[in-house]
């Protein structure tokens, strides 16, 4: 019988071992590896072939997406299952984007993670449970469909994304700082986000950015 070797990247001792003893009844499964950052993660991975990594997305010195990608490069082969407890639908889409076999919350069972594996292994993609859930249901602004912009509102959305002041966007397009603020006010409404880090998130989502 061929071990499956899998590796679990997690910044938190815990799920680490969580994970450890929940897999040690299976003889088939071998872990071979637990790292708390993405950095020595990948040292290892240059060296040793691994089946599947167990991947958090919010790591102390990587971004677990663009790590995903990284890991693909460098070890095409390797599926990747990313383990969070982050249940955003545009985070889990931007994860599968990035080459990942799939996207696991953290309060899987055990039985449901095997299967995940085994599914990533045979070349599909694995989902726990609540995550098909989220998927499937597609989020508000998908329903609303795309706002309708202005060719002035798409310059002063991109100047509030690059965190230009009014006063700073009112220079560089020659308007007065009261125009400005009616155009952010109005892009806030059709985007119905209540706050500009909401507006960018929603902009982003939507490819407007």
Not at 75 to 98: F, K
Request: charged share 25%.
């Amino acid at each position: 019988m061929e071990l499956i070797r899998i590796a679990v990247v997690d910044d938190h001792q815990i799920v680490i071992q969580g994970l450890k003893s929940l897999l040690v009844n299976h003889e088939e499964i071998e872990i071979v590896g637990s790292f708390t950052s993405g950095l020595t993660f990948m040292i290892f991975l240059k060296d040793h072939f691994v089946d599947v990594v167990l991947l958090d997305i919010m790591l102390p010195d990587a971004n677990g997406m663009e790590l995903c990608k990284e890991i693909k490069l460098i070890s095409p082969n390797t599926r990747v299952l990313a383990l969070s407890n982050h249940t955003e639908r545009s985070i889990i889409l931007q994860m599968l984007q990035n080459g990942a076999n799939g996207y696991l919350l953290k309060n899987i069972s055990v039985e449901e993670l095997v299967k995940s594996i085994y599914e990533a292994l045979s070349g599909g993609l694995a989902f726990s449970k609540e995550v098909k859930e989220i998927i499937a249901k597609p989020s508000q602004n998908e329903l609303r469909g795309v706002p309708q912009l202005t060719k002035r509102e798409k310059q002063i959305l991109q100047l509030i994304a690059e965190g230009k002041t009014t006063i700073v966007m009112a220079d560089q397009l020659y308007l007065s700082p009261l125009t400005v603020e009616t155009h952010r006010r109005n892009l806030l409404q059709k985007f119905e986000a209540k706050n500009v880090a909401e507006l960018i998130r929603v902009a982003a989502e939507q490819k407007l950015l």
